[in-house]
């Protein structure tokens, strides 16, 4: 026959057990927000005799990203672009008949001849593939290029690891003059079950010059530069993901009241975050379970 002190100790079990497991199940996603940054990128490039002193480098050819620097901090090891999904990539129509989507892959003209570091294709309609090629590489002047000729571009793009720090690269304005950005971009982190996490627009004005210069061939339709590139770099609050979803609207501008995102060409790598989000989790649980142990004490006391 249980004694009233061993009836007591079950129930109090109890109670903590279906504390604990309410505490896990009632963890909802965490709502976080992105804190924008400016940060120095080093790079590796083929230098050029330009007469007119405005170009950094050769912009046909590979620009190597070596390092970035940012309060304090170098960073030299990046995540790259793993997976892709095209979400949206609206189409035209050439004169020819030719119905192509405002996205593409771009690159350097020459970057096929620089052994510097490889590159992706130079397309129009790029597969989910050729986005990971074009962004998943740690060249500068392999980009992904989004045309002002229709409405919207949406993508998602994943990471091997969990990650919290992004940077961006936008080319922009003309070498010599102050524009460093010309576009905008809205990124949103995703959460395992694809849900928006955080999510933050990139405006053209908040680019920095990254000091470095690239022209841009998309193999039959493009081939245009040298151009400015600016960065911008965004960090994750408190989380972390493996998987951005990027997009622009408006790009050709036609949608009255609505922003013109005027076709962002960029790059985006990331770095891995310190501490990871189950630390944090565990702190949580931890914190948690021992308010809960408190309280068996205090009954089972």
Partial sequence: MKTIFDLTIAI??????????????????????????SFKTNV????????????????????RLDSVEFNGNTISSFELVKQAKILQNDTYTL???????????????????????????????????DIVDSLGNLNLNSILVTRENANKASIEVSFNNPVNTFFFWERGGTPGEAVAGDSDLLV????????????????????????????????????????????????????????????????????????NDNGPDFKVVAAKAVPEPTTILGVFFVGGLGAILKRKKTVAG
């Fill in 188 to 259: 949103e982190a995703l959460d395992d079950n694809n849900e928006v996490i955080a999510s933050y627009k990139i405006l053209r004005q908040n680019y920095t010059k990254a000091d470095y210069n690239i022209s841009t061939e998309v193999i039959p339709i493009l081939n245009n530069g040298p151009f400015n590139i600016g960065s911008q770099g965004i960090t994750l609050d408190g989380i972390t993901t493996k998987t951005l979803r990027l997009t622009s609207s408006n790009n050709n501008g036609l949608i009255p009241n609505i922003p």
């Fill in 95 to 129: 004169d020819d008949g030719s119905v192509l989507g405002v996205l593409n892959s771009g690159r350097g003209p020459n970057t096929p001849d620089d052994n510097l570091v490889g590159e992706g294709p130079s397309k129009p309609n790029p597969t989910d593939q």
């Fill in 44 to 63: 590796t490039a083929s230098p050029i005799n330009d007469p007119t002193g405005n170009l950094l480098n050769d912009p046909t050819r590979d620009v």
């Fill in 12 to 37: 109090a079990t109890t109670a903590a057990s279906f504390s604990i497991a309410s505490l896990v199940a009632a963890v909802p996603t965490v709502a976080a927000s992105f804190t924008p940054f």
